[in-house]
Nanobody, 127 residues
């Protein structure tokens, strides 16, 4: 499994969680990475994306100002820091990788653009 997520769990509204996505293989150092989520009965939703360098980041409107995506290429790991969590953030969160180094001009918010996916980690926010 090339991408493995961790860090999900149960948290109260207003709390924080940090998700991690560990990639196996040095090639992922040059991949753009992203987080998506899917709640029961809903379509998959774009959360955040980051270029290989980490200099460019993008966020979905519903998480702007609350979530932060980052990466450590030495560890080949991508993080999603989630603050001020809300019950509507409850979902399975998926890590994804695309074989491009820069997301400029690309549809980073579209899931089919990505080449690899993790198995997902559950995040549940109680009210």
């Amino acid at each position: 499994v090339p991408l493995v997520e961790s860090g999900g769990g149960l948290v109260q509204a207003g709390g924080s969680l940090r998700l991690s996505c560990s990639a196996s293989g040095r090639k992922f150092e040059r991949y753009a990475m992203a987080w998506f989520r899917q709640a029961p009965g809903k379509e998959r939703e774009f959360v955040a994306a980051i270029s290989w360098s980490g200099r460019s980041t993008y966020y979905g409107d519903s998480v702007k100002g609350r979530f932060t995506i980052s990466r450590d290429n030495a560890e080949i790991t991508v993080y999603l820091q989630m603050n001020n969590l809300k019950p509507e953030d409850t979902a399975v969160y998926y890590c994804a990788a695309e074989d491009v180094d820069d997301l400029t001009g690309r549809k980073y918010y579209v899931g089919i653009e990505y080449d690899y996916w993790g198995q997902g980690t559950q995040v549940t926010v109680s009210s």
